[in-house]
């Protein structure tokens, strides 16, 4: 996990503008993408108003204020944010010392084989390691948990992966940025706002690499999730 600051960000965003690499928006995913039966819009209306849950609020990046918090509902706690790319984990192509300035090579979570996970193959999200804002292990959240991630009407279902900041928030891995349709790359990549991560509590996807299981223990617990709220 990496700390970023929005200094970095605008300037190589604006720098590649500029250049004519990248166009003024995000390409956004076909609204008819989506992971398992449950609706982004079904999801998100439950998710409108807030019972917070944490002590504070936390920041989505070094240089921000604190204006995030960690909301409660029946078997599951959520939050708004931004998204930074997390390229932690197990070296590839694409996360690595050469393409992230941040880069470490492990995460919190560990695959089923001892291995870090794999942030270009494999949706995670990062949650802030425990403080006196929150702790996210008392919250019933835990290693491999399942997440619902939604952003521009698609929802991707992640596991809870890895850890960061304590007082920072909205972080999730490359794979799930490339599949919400959210430029992945960890130095300039990831979105400003509008990304709602939906976790759900006492949930455990097992192997914690695999996929396939998260998508499928997830459209059950988004099905229970909109039944129960």
Same mark, same amino acid.
């Given at each position: ?25 995000? /390409? ?16 998100? +209306?439950?998710?409108?108003?807030? /019972? ?7 920041? #989505? !990046?070094?240089?921000?204020?604190? #204006? ?9 706690? *959520? ?12 070296? #590839? ?15 919190? *979570? ?8 794999? +942030? ?27 997440? +619902? ?16 900041? /304590? ?17 992945? !790359?960890?130095?300039?990549?990831? +979105? ?7 976790? *759900?509590?006492? /949930? ?20 229970? *999730?909109?039944?129960?709220?």
């Amino acid at each position: 996990m990496r700390l970023r600051t929005l200094t970095l960000a605008a300037a190589s965003g604006t720098a590649l503008l500029a250049a004519g690499l990248l166009p003024a928006h995000a /390409s956004a995913a076909p609204e008819s993408v989506r992971e398992g039966t449950v609706s982004a819009a079904d999801l998100l +209306a439950k998710v409108t108003s807030c /019972s917070q849950i944490s002590n504070g609020k936390y920041k #989505t !990046d070094d240089e921000t204020s604190a #204006t995030v918090p960690v909301c409660g509902k029946n078997g599951a706690v *959520f939050w708004k944010a931004d998204m930074d790319i997390d390229c932690d984990g197990q070296r #590839t192509a694409n996360c690595n010392e050469d393409r992230d300035p941040w880069y470490q090579d492990d995460t919190a *979570f560990h695959q089923s084989d001892g291995k870090p996970l794999n +942030a270009e193959t494999l949706p995670y999200v990062v949650v802030p390691s425990t403080s006196s804002i929150w702790n996210y292990t008392n919250a019933g959240i835990k290693g491999g948990g399942v997440v +619902a991630v939604i952003y521009n009407n698609k929802v991707e279902y992640a596991v809870v992966g890895d850890t960061g900041p /304590s007082k920072i928030i909205g972080e999730a891995s490359y794979a799930t940025a490339k599949a919400l349709g959210i430029d992945p !790359d960890p130095e300039t990549g990831g +979105a400003e706002s509008g990304v709602t991560y939906i976790l *759900f509590k006492n /949930s455990k996807v097992s192997p914690i690499e695999s996929h396939s299981a998260a998508v499928s223990l997830g459209d059950q617990l988004a099905k229970q *999730f909109i039944a129960n709220n």
